[in-house]
């Protein structure tokens, strides 16, 4: 169903706990495989429509999935789009909160409505994931009107990351 062997191994997990928790609700009208089985279809369906509707959080496995659909760009580029992209996202995770980042990536990328991110999210604030649009975007004007300070932001972070990487 998933087509994925981590995920199924995940979904396998998932059911057999479901199941030890539910396990008081077994009232042996039916063999227990019958019943498990009835488990184990419910969930899968549930999850595999909640990945439709649902983006993925890991944003920078982006450019990798574009290449699996059907790309006809030999590998250099690839490479060169993946880190053009890991850039990208770089310079605005340093001018952006996480939270901004990730409504920008909701609302821009995955094609989410404004009200859909602020359920999802759970934002409490009046105005939802549209204050974080706005917010994201004076943000990007103020780094265009003074680039030099988010330049030297952008710099220290990528230099953060460098340390971090080359400790590992």
């Known amino acids: 169903m998933t087509r994925n062997r981590d ?3 995940d979904l396998t997990q998932e059911v057999f706990l479901n199941a ?3 396990r008081h609700t077994f009232r042996g009208d039916s063999l227990l495989s019958t ?6 279809r419910n969930h899968c369906l549930n999850t595999l429509k909640k990945w439709k509707t649902e983006p993925d959080d890991n944003v920078s496995a982006s450019p990798y999935l574009l290449r699996r659909r059907g790309s006809t760009d030999d590998t250099h ?7 053009s992209y890991r850039q990208v996202f770089r310079y605005i995770s340093a001018i952006l909160t996480p939270l901004e980042v990730r409504v ?3 609302h821009y990328v995955h094609e989410f409505t404004l009200p859909a ?3 999802h999210l759970m934002l409490s604030n ?4 549209k204050a974080y649009i706005v917010s994201a975007r004076r943000k990007f004007s103020a780094s265009i009107q003074d680039p030099e300070q988010y330049r030297n932001k952008f710099r220290a972070d990528a230099g953060e990351t ?6 590992a």
């Open 7 to 9: 995920r199924s191994l």
């Open 20 to 22: 030890f928790r539910s």
């Open 35 to 40: 019943w498990l089985y009835a488990i184990t």
């Open 77 to 83: 580029v690839a490479i060169e789009r993946a880190q």
């Open 104 to 106: 920008i990536t909701l």
């Open 117 to 119: 991110i602020t359920r």
């Open 126 to 129: 009046r105005s939802g994931a």
């Open 162 to 167: 460098l340390r971090r990487s080359a400790a």
